[in-house]
């Protein structure tokens, strides 16, 4: 059904609830936690793998390689050369060039044979287990948790975000203006939304472009559409379609220069030296039929270095040697790169990265561990200390908590046993929910059970911020609340909270204030995240924003500013001499982030790709300023620029730039 997406049978089972009831799945709690259950669903629907390439066994690559025209005129030139050497030096000492030739062919077949039947074997387990074991978000029990993909059976619900790689079939569920990259489904570059109403249907392979949703699995493994379209992973390298071309241009012209040679020895020798031997031709007696046999003998034995000599152009323009080479130089160093952690998809990636001499990264995961927490907490002009929100009006805290637990996509999951609450989510989410549930004594389930929500504006890189409508259930009030970059949610503020509980006007004085906490946050590595809200009319919702025809929006002008937030996320360990490193072997490294300019520029003195001393002069560029550059002056600052980072000014918002920036050193 969902293969075929066919939505006639969908409304017959009752829509997406119907087939969450056939498959005994509660759309909220997902399916029962327990190891029975899972293997009942595991032998009763299949599990989420994938049959991999049958492994041929060493014999198998051994045959191939007898297959190569190459190898079988090695062994016709072994054969020759084994019978003439014999012939002209007897046993003993006749079998040495065509006996060596021999050997060769031997070492060629095993070594060839046993390196491709090693890289098989490689990319079939090792690879395939270690690289496709990523973790998917599952609700089971009503608890929210990370699982291997591997583990995935039909009728779990499957949380959904930016990003994510969808890891089965399955159903939209619930979920805000979810689009879809399937390019290897469709052929299509262009996003597919997905919904409850039009096209509930999604796809294993296909990516999450935008939005959040969650998603019922309906089928796994070999029954995903996905697995009809997989194809063989063998493929060739371009060194090897290099090779080959260089292989076939010199056979040719060694099949010609053997011909060649072949045509002038003979019309050498019969023009020029077989006269003596012409008039013994017409003798009948035995004496001359004796010198005849010698003459027959003289011929065929020139005749035979004639052939021997064009066959060994043909040897030398045949050699075996040249891909065999190759194939060893570029296996060999995969072994290597595991034992260093890097396990390589694609071969071909070594021979692409060998020519690298800029290399353009970004910054959150990549430079920095991803593991951030809270480091500071704005409220007005005033610095909240740890442990300190008590001195927080309760206003504040309480609206604060709302800004937090409603405008997000991580959750909260509370045991009955009373440990520590589990938080699931993004990096970000995940450290502004703890810090909420055990500084501000959030209760997030509580907020849910008081509060509907009513639309939602999903955070993008292009988008910055996101947004949520939501009404009041005690008093049927609508409040707005925001929540982005720290320079984005400013510039839609009119007013600010104090720690008081007071509201302030957002006059300049106010705001010039507020940018430079901001800017002195983010000059000391942190990530500013601020929060705003305000209560609305019903008539200030009406409308469609750019999102979903749900006839509301979101306010996003004149707003209170409730507070900002300072996130800290330390740089990975060794990666200062790992910038280091590639300095020394002459690769450069430019960093490109959707953070402000100033947390940028810290981030990249720390990792060690700025000095310490660095003006950032034509070194840290806004995203932009580089899109203002003319072509002309992109190619000549473009090897100057070590940061490209995000434009703080929200009136325009800017593409993530690592396309056009990576295309100026292509």
């Known amino acids: 059904m969902v293969k075929d997406k066919d939505s006639v049978s969908l409304r017959q089972l009752g829509g997406v609830e119907g087939v969450a009831a056939a498959l005994g799945t509660n759309p909220e709690n997902g399916i029962r936690d327990d190891e029975e259950e899972i293997r009942e669903r595991q032998e009763k629907f299949g599990s ?67 390196s491709n039947f090693r890289q098989q ?54 979920g805000h203006y979810l689009q879809v990259h399937k390019p290897s489904m469709t052929g299509e570059s262009d996003h597919v939304e997905v919904d409850s109403d039009r096209n509930p249907f999604l796809f294993s ?107 060994s152009i043909v040897v030398v323009a045949n050699s075996e040697g040249r891909s065999l080479a190759v194939t060893l130089a570029v296996d060999l160093p995969l072994k290597r790169m595991k034992d260093d952690g890097a396990m390589v998809r694609k071969p071909s990636a070594c021979e692409k990265m060998g020519l690298a001499t800029v290399i353009c990264t970004d910054k959150t995961g990549t430079l920095t561990l991803n593991q951030m927490k809270v480091a500071q907490w704005w409220v007005g002009p005033e610095c909240i200390a740890d442990d300190s929100s008590n001195s927080v009006a ?61 639309h939602v504006v999903t955070f993008n890189s292009e988008r910055k911020r996101s947004g949520v409508l939501v009404k009041k259930n005690a008093d049927s009030t609508i409040h707005v609340h925001w929540k982005g970059a720290a320079e984005m949610i400013l510039a839609m503020c009119s007013n600010y909270y104090d720690s008081n509980g007071e509201t302030r006007l957002m006059n300049e004085d106010a705001r010039s204030a507020m940018k430079k906490i901001i800017k002195d946050m983010a000059a000391s590595s942190l990530r500013c995240i601020a929060f705003a809200h305000k209560q609305v009319s019903e008539e200030e919702t009406e409308g469609n924003d750019d999102q979903e025809n749900s006839g509301r929006r979101i306010k996003e002008d004149g707003l209170t500013l409730l507070g900002i937030v300072g996130l800290e996320n330390p740089c990975r360990k060794g990666v200062r001499e790992a910038v280091e490193t590639c300095k020394s072997a002459g690769v450069e490294i430019k960093m490109i982030t959707g953070d402000n300019v100033f947390t940028a520029k810290a981030i990249a003195t720390e990792c060690g790709i700025l000095g310490s001393d660095s003006r950032g002069e034509d070194e840290v560029v806004e995203g932009v300023e580089f899109r203002n550059y003319t072509p002309e002056e992109r190619m000549q600052k473009v090897d100057k620029i070590k940061v490209m980072a995000s434009y703080p000014n929200p009136v325009q918002l800017i593409e993530y730039p690592i396309n056009v920036f990576l295309a100026c050193f292509s």
Request: charged letters at 20%.
């Open 205 to 311: 392979g296909s990516k999450v472009a935008d939005g959040f949703a969650t998603m019922l699995v309906a089928s796994v493994g070999m029954s995903t559409a996905w697995a009809s379209l997989s194809r063989d992973s063998n493929e060739r390298t371009p060194i090897q379609d290099r090779l080959d071309k260089l292989t076939s241009s010199i056979r040719k012209i060694g099949y010609i220069l053997s011909f060649l040679t072949s045509v002038i020895s003979f019309i050498h020798y019969f023009t020029g030296h077989n006269s003596g031997f012409k008039k013994y031709a017409s003798s009948h007696s035995i004496l001359d039929n004796i010198l005849n046999m010698v003459v027959k003998a003289v011929i065929l034995n020139v005749v035979f270095k004639i052939i021997a000599a064009a066959v």
């Open 394 to 454: 309760s206003n504040v805290l309480e609206v604060f908590n709302e800004a937090v637990g409603l405008n997000t996509t991580g959750s909260v999951f509370n045991s009955a046993s009373g440990s520590e609450p589990e938080i699931s989510g993004s990096p970000t989410e995940k450290a502004i929910l703890s810090w909420a549930v055990s500084d501000l004594r959030m209760d997030m389930e509580k907020l849910k059970q008081n509060y509907n929500i009513l």
């Open 121 to 174: 074997a490689h990319g079939a387990v090792e690879l395939w287990t270690i690289i496709n074991n990523i973790k998917v978000d599952v609700v089971r029990d009503g608890r929210r948790r990370p699982i291997s993909i591997f583990d995935l059976v039909v009728g779990d619900v499957v949380c959904l975000k930016i990003g994510d790689q969808i890891p089965a079939d399955g159903l939209f569920l619930t």
């Open 48 to 114: 989420n793998t994938y049959q991999k390439p049958p492994t041929k066994g060493f014999f198998h690559f051994v045959v191939d390689a007898f297959k190569d025209t190459t190898i079988l005129i090695l062994l016709v030139c072994a054969a020759l050369a084994l019978g003439y050497g014999i012939k002209e030096h007897g046993a003993q000492k006749g079998w040495y060039e065509g006996g060596s030739i021999f050997i060769a062919v031997f070492l060629i077949v095993v070594v060839s044979a046993f």
